[in-house]
């Protein structure tokens, strides 16, 4: 198993045995380097542990259960998992401040606990059987196994999660066997019984009504302290740099706190739609940083095998691409990269929040002329084949103002409906999906609809009582941000032994920017994103890139779908042993294909998906 995870840890190995448990630990040395060996004991030896990430906070923690009479005997941060738990149980995890994936081993009660951190950075996958519990931060240490080996039964319900959002949410996964632990949750494994508890759930209702020079005044603060805290390593540190607000603002603090220059990492493409490295130019130039940049083009396609075998289930993020070339290439430098990830969601960054909020605006109007605007009017405008246009967010707007506003929110994440996803499955598929419906559930799940619409409803109505736009983007926070952005962040840099952290990623910034009105992070009448995270910031950010649109962090996938990857993607899709798999027509594939090849319809990112999820089946089912 550990031999599958030599990737995310590359430098040592550990392994523990008693007559009951058994753990097994790759490091990733980053702080303690010739200590802090894992799995970690308590004096006793009775409490054993292993744990993937940081705990940032864990200085204070030492001198916490220092002050107890603890004997630490390590100088890092994870021999104090073992100690406050000792203290304080199962309520230890509210103590910590990091990115985990945790697992304790309680001898003396004969007691497993699994954890994983507020915001789902770091992956935990667990497999239960009747007599025995199996976990690793990849499924594929969990494969791995061979006495006796874990079955690989394909979920229905779980490709057609996939082909709505690009991901398999928590606590799914592809296999029916196999289950995600939660963010922000924990699990105990005792005498037979498996139970999971939240430790951490913000009141998704509370609103601050504060000025926004109060706001930001407290909002630098917390970034600044979480920068700080996230710095501390014992080995080469730098950031990845786009060139947008996030990036910008975590390399400028970075600055703030460091007597070198900060090495900085940035990846472009060779078309204007898609490139953002003048902009990671200017931040670089801005803050003096040793900076770094490379070009993705289309030969990268050649690492997408790469992504479907290290990903573990089909993943249709096409930024993963650029993800895992700039990861492998930061890596050569520093073993530990600063990012800007979760600042979209949590400050109101992408155009669709913009875009809800104006559709809001005509919620208050007549609905006669709400349908005339997403029916009539819509379809006279030309369909347009290029991704990124502006004729095109119009017409898709506009279609979406006669829904209600979860509806037209899942309308524009959403890779499909559902009559778009039912017209590409066999009628076999079909039957094997509705009869997932009917199935009784065992003890390693819930009961859970078939409809991946309640996916997204359910994180929406968290936030009953907030605006729209403020669902919306809690809505994300718990379900696009651990579920796609993070696990993206993790495979891709873990891929090549690079650990990533995100200042914005604190719980404590976290819980303000949920708790902001919306009117602090987006100005829908007069335009602007992020207000009151670029006036905590104003210092650290130029003109250029305070003012810039959000570009995106995507791929040229329709382009090069039209061009140089036009039989690759042909081969892939229409290979006969993909349609002998029996989940797809082979008439809707080819069609989908010739449609858009043709230039009569943009069906880039339905393509790329359907690509990933062969990819993965090749290799895995």
């Known amino acids: 198993m550990t031999e599958r995870l030599i990737h995310r840890g590359p430098d040592d190995s550990g392994f523990f045995r008693d007559d009951h448990a058994a753990l097994g630990f790759r490091r990733l040395s980053i702080i303690d380097l010739e200590g802090s060996r894992q799995p970690l004991a308590n004096e006793t030896g009775t409490v054993r542990a292993v744990f993937n990430g940081e705990i940032y906070n864990y200085q204070s923690l030492r001198r916490r259960l220092e002050a107890k009479g603890h004997v630490l005997k390590s100088a890092g941060d994870g021999e104090t998992i ?29 007691k497993l606990i699994l954890a994983r951190d507020r915001l789902g950075q770091k992956p935990l996958v667990y497999h239960l059987e009747d ?17 006796p080996p874990i079955a690989r039964t394909i979920d229905p319900r779980s490709i057609d999660l996939y082909l709505t959002y690009g991901y398999i949410p928590s606590p799914e996964t592809i296999f029916r066997e196999t289950r995600k632990l939660p963010p922000a949750s924990y699990a105990v494994w005792h005498e037979g019984a498996f139970t999971i508890k939240r430790y951490w759930e913000p009141d998704w209702n509370r609103e601050t009504h504060r000025s926004i020079e109060v706001e930001a005044e407290e909002l630098r603060a917390s970034l600044d302290d979480s920068v700080r805290e996230q710095m501390i390593a014992d080995v080469p540190l730098g950031a990845f740099l786009s060139g947008g607000v996030d990036s910008t603002i975590v390399v400028g603090l970075m600055k703030k706190h460091s007597n070198h220059p900060i090495e900085t990492f940035s990846i472009g493409f060779d078309e204007p739609a898609f490139d953002e490295l003048d902009y990671a130019l200017l931040a670089a130039a801005s803050f003096r940083t040793e900076h770094h940049q490379f070009i993705v083009k289309p030969r990268a396609w050649e690492t997408t095998t790469e992504l479907a075998v290290q990903f573990d289930e089909p993943f249709a993020d096409s930024s993963a691409l650029p993800t895992w070339h700039v990861a492998r290439e930061t890596r050569r430098y520093v073993t530990v990269a600063l990012t800007g990830d979760a600042g979209d969601e949590l400050f109101g960054g992408y155009d669709r929040y913009r875009a809800l909020g104006l559709a809001g605006v005509l919620d208050r109007s007549p609905e006669s002329l709400r349908r005339f605007l997403a029916g009539p009017l819509a379809r006279a405008l030309p369909v347009s084949v290029k991704a990124k246009t502006k004729l095109r967010k119009i017409r898709r707007w506009l279609e979406a103002l006669a829904d209600q506003p979860a509806d037209r929110y899942l309308r524009w994440i959403a890779l499909g409906d559902e009559s778009t996803r039912m017209s590409l499955y066999t009628d076999e598929w079909i039957d094997r999906l509705v009869g997932e419906g009917d199935r009784t559930s065992g003890s390693i799940e819930a009961t859970r609809t078939i409809d991946p619409k309640t996916y997204l409803y359910d994180a929406w109505n968290l936030a009953d009582r907030r605006d729209d736009l403020s669902r919306a983007m809690i809505a994300d926070i718990v379900t696009y941000l651990p579920g796609d952005l993070l696990v993206k962040v993790d495979l891709a840099s873990m891929a090549h032994g690079l650990e990533c952290r995100s200042p914005f990623l604190d719980h404590r910034i976290v819980e303000q920017a949920i708790a902001l009105e919306s009117s602090r992070k987006l100005g829908v009448a007069r335009g602007g994103s992020k207000l009151v995270l670029k006036r905590a910031c104003a210092d650290l950010l130029p003109r250029a890139i305070r003012n810039r649109r959000k570009m995106g962090f995507g791929v040229p996938i329709d382009r090069w779908f039209r061009t140089e990857l036009k039989g690759e993607l042909k081969e892939i899709l229409l290979d006969p042993a993909a349609i002998a798999w029996g989940v797809f027509r082979r008439d809707a594939i080819e069609r989908m294909i010739d449609e858009h090849v043709n230039n009569r319809r943009d069906h880039a990112y339905r393509l790329w998906s359907l690509v990933m999820l062969e990819l993965w089946r090749r290799n895995y089912a």
């Open 82 to 110: 073992v100690h406050l738990y000792e203290d304080e149980g199962e309520n230890m995890f509210s103590y910590l401040r990091g990115m985990f994936a945790v697992a304790i081993w309680d001898a003396a009660r004969r």
């Open 131 to 147: 007599d025995r519990i199996v976990f690793a931060s990849e499924l594929k240490a969990i494969l791995a196994l061979r006495d």
